[in-house]
């Protein structure tokens, strides 16, 4: 299946390069250990520093690990911070009980944004359109399975025509084993690329130049789809974007 190690890189949020080992990289956020599998392989499969690999998942040096161990991938947007030294204590003396004064009471506290502020979108971003139809069911950020999304998901019924956001040349299409099932990726130039996951059949092939909204595969359920859904995710040098920020308001 040719290219499918370039889209399994590009979606497991980490710069896409070409892939020198026979082993696949891993996309999901979660990897149980296997025969044959070592530390530092599962760790460049995950393109993530050993060191960052064993804190997120409390092993120490020499990193040993055993077969069906599961390993979870660091948080990208986190690293880890130093643990600051403790406040030197004073030491003791004769002091004088002050008097109780009474605590104001504490003024309350706003309630947090449901949605963060919007940021400024690049000049050279592409114009996207809906994929598809169907209303969004998980956005940007929200948990699935205690990951957060790095997309939005559409509901939508099967047969549904699915179409190229914008204009651009079709990197991929084929079948990601391990989340998102049927999946085609479009590049639009300027580092922009779309994806579309959880597809049924699809229209277009690797190499493919596609126009804005022509079809490209239709509503279907795949990978770890429960129901009919386009999973849909823009990306910028493969750093997620939020697709609402970029895409057209819905009335």
């Given amino acids: ?31 149980t250990v296997k025969a044959g599998d070592t530390f530092a392989d599962i760790a ?3 393109s993530v520093d050993m060191a960052a690999l064993g804190d997120a998942n409390g092993i120490p040096s020499p990193y040993v690990i055993r077969i069906g161990q599961v390993l979870k991938r660091p948080d990208p947007n986190t690293t880890s911070q130093p643990t600051p030294a403790p406040l030197p204590q004073p030491t003791a003396a004769p002091v004088a009980t002050p008097k109780a004064v009474p605590r ?10 449901l949605r963060p502020p919007l940021t400024p979108r690049e000049s ?7 994929p598809t139809e169907g209303a969004v069911v998980t956005r940007f ?11 939005i998901d559409l509901a939508a019924l ?15 299409a084929g079948r990601e084993p391990q989340r998102f099932g049927q999946l085609i990726l479009i590049d639009h130039g300027h580092g922009f690329v779309t994806a579309y996951a959880y597809l049924g059949t699809m229209t277009v ?21 429960k129901r009919p859904t386009v999973h849909f995710e823009l990306r910028r040098n493969n750093v997620p974007r939020d697709p609402e920020l970029y895409l057209p308001p819905r009335l």
């Fill in 158 to 172: 099967y047969g549904t025509k699915v179409r190229a956001a914008a204009a651009g040349t079709v990197l991929y």
């Fill in 124 to 130: 050279d971003a592409p114009r996207l359109q809906w």
């Fill in 1 to 31: 299946m040719r290219h499918l190690l370039a889209a399994m890189a590009l979606l497991a949020a980490t710069p896409l390069v070409a892939q020198g080992s026979t082993r696949a990289p891993i996309v999901a956020w979660t990897y």
């Fill in 44 to 46: 460049r499969r995950w």
């Fill in 141 to 151: 950020g929200d948990g699935v399975s205690g990951i957060p999304s790095n997309g």
């Fill in 205 to 225: 092939k690797e190499g493919d130049k596609v126009t804005a909204f022509e079809r490209i595969a239709l509503v279907g359920k795949s990978g770890e789809a």
């Fill in 104 to 113: 104001p009471a504490p003024a309350p506290r706003p309630a947090p944004p």
